[in-house]
Every structure is written in structure tokens, then in C-alpha cells.
């Protein structure tokens, strides 16, 4: 059975660091791209960062893009989010999910997310 | 940056009736266009995935079809655990973007 468990979201003060992880199993995770997805209290979804296979590939939104760092780690099966210089809009819930396809995929496995709170 | 435009973003709905969402890209998005559910307990599963394809498990009741610039999700008969989040997904082109959302309720 594929499970996807976030943790390392909390409450933390704007300009500080965070690192999310993600541990997945029941899947070869080598095998597959990955990705982060946020939502903020009662918006949408957003989607933040995405790392292939190999890590050959990485793309991040706008939005954080210069301040989050996407990585993987495949032998122990743990994708991470390095945040950095923390602002009140980066306060969501933070998903980890699994993107099947390297184009026009899609994510067919979703974590249950960990919760950032960025305040002081 | 391709943006998608959901609507509608609320949509009361009886038992049994049939209902549709749509999702607009701003620009042609090649069939890549993917459908998710989000339950109120924030469980995300994804339902349609390449504008028509089921994803295993997801009941035939849900479709999807549409063409260039425009989609729609379609559920023929609807069930009490239909009732949740609908979101729309280009995956074209990164960065990677989703609809607004569409809320299905309980008239």
C-alpha cells in the first residue's frame, strides 16, 4: 500500500527556517517524481515544487522560488522542502504527493499534509 | 503561466442528480488536464487524470471529457460521498496549476 507521511510543519517566525520531510513506502520511490502542494486556511491548492526521479529535474512556483529548496533523499525514501525567510503567506497545509508521468501526469497519491504556521 | 478558471465555485445539488464543473486554461493545454476530489477531512484523491481516463477505483458515475481550452467533469448520478471539493489541474506545462475549486453541497 503506498503511503506518503509529512512531518516538521509547526509554528515558526516570519524570516526563520523550516524543513518539511515526507517518507514514503509501499512504492519503488526511486521510480517516480515528486512534489510539494500547499493550501492555505480555507484556499485552494497551490502547487510549490517538483523533483524527478534522479533529481535532474527541479521546478519551483514563483512564489517561492529563491527561498524553498525541493530535495530527495531516495535511499531512505524521504523527499524534503527546505523553507527559508518564512512570510505569513507560506502558512498552509503542506502536501507531499506523488506525480505519475514525467509529462502530462498527474498526482495519483497524496499524503495527509503537515501544518506551517508562519507567525510571530 | 497557464491559469485555470473553474466554476462554478459553489454548486448545491440534490441526491441522484446529475451535475457538471467546468475548468477554462488560459491557453491550449493538449488534453492535460487532470480532476481531484478533496474531502472535508483534506484527504485528496485524484479521479480523472488526462481529461477522460478513471483512475483505478473511482466509481463510473464520474467522467471527464473536453478539448483545447476547455473541460468539464461530469458525475451522472450523485451519491452522499460526492458531496466535497472538486479541483482542476493543468499539468501542460510547470509551473503546474490548479482551479479555484468547485464546492458540491446539499441543497
Known amino acids: 500500500e503506498v503511503q506518503l507521511v509529512e512531518s516538521g510543519g509547526g509554528l515558526v517566525q516570519p524570516g526563520r527556517s523550516l524543513k518539511l520531510s515526507c517518507l514514503a513506502s509501499?512504492?519503488?520511490?526511486?521510480?517516480?517524481?515528486m512534489n510539494w502542494i500547499r493550501q492555505a486556511p480555507g484556499k485552494g491548492l497551490e502547487w510549490v515544487a517538483s523533483i524527478s526521479s534522479s533529481s535532474s529535474y527541479i521546478y519551483y512556483a514563483d512564489t517561492v522560488k529563491g527561498r524553498f529548496t525541493i530535495s530527495r533523499d531516495n535511499a531512505k525514501n524521504t523527499l524534503y522542502l527546505q523553507m527559508t525567510s518564512l512570510r505569513s503567506e507560506d502558512t498552509a497545509l503542506y502536501y507531499c504527493?506523488?506525480?505519475?508521468?514525467?509529462?502530462?501526469?498527474?498526482?495519483?497519491?497524496w499524503g495527509p499534509g503537515t501544518m506551517v504556521t508562519v507567525s510571530s | 503561466d497557464i491559469q485555470m478558471t473553474q466554476s462554478p465555485s459553489s454548486l448545491p445539488a440534490s441526491l441522484g442528480e446529475r451535475v457538471t464543473i467546468s475548468c477554462r486554461a488560459s491557453?491550449?493545454?493538449?488534453?492535460?488536464l487532470n480532476w481531484y476530489q478533496q474531502k472535508p477531512d483534506g484527504t485528496i484523491k485524484p479521479l480523472i487524470y488526462?481529461?477522460?481516463n478513471l483512475q483505478s477505483g473511482v466509481p463510473s458515475r464520474f467522467s471527464g471529457s473536453g478539448s483545447g481550452t476547455d473541460y468539464s467533469l461530469t458525475i451522472s448520478s450523485l451519491e452522499p460521498e460526492d458531496f466535497a471539493m472538486y479541483y482542476c489541474?493543468?499539468?501542460?506545462?510547470?509551473?503546474?496549476?490548479f482551479g479555484s475549486g468547485t464546492k458540491l453541497e446539499i441543497k
Open positions: 509501499g512504492f519503488t520511490f526511486s521510480n517516480y517524481g
Open positions: 491557453q491550449g493545454i493538449s488534453n492535460n
Open positions: 504527493a506523488r506525480r505519475l508521468g514525467a509529462a502530462g501526469g498527474y498526482f495519483d497519491f
Open positions: 488526462y481529461t477522460s
Open positions: 489541474q493543468q499539468d501542460a506545462s510547470f509551473p503546474l496549476t
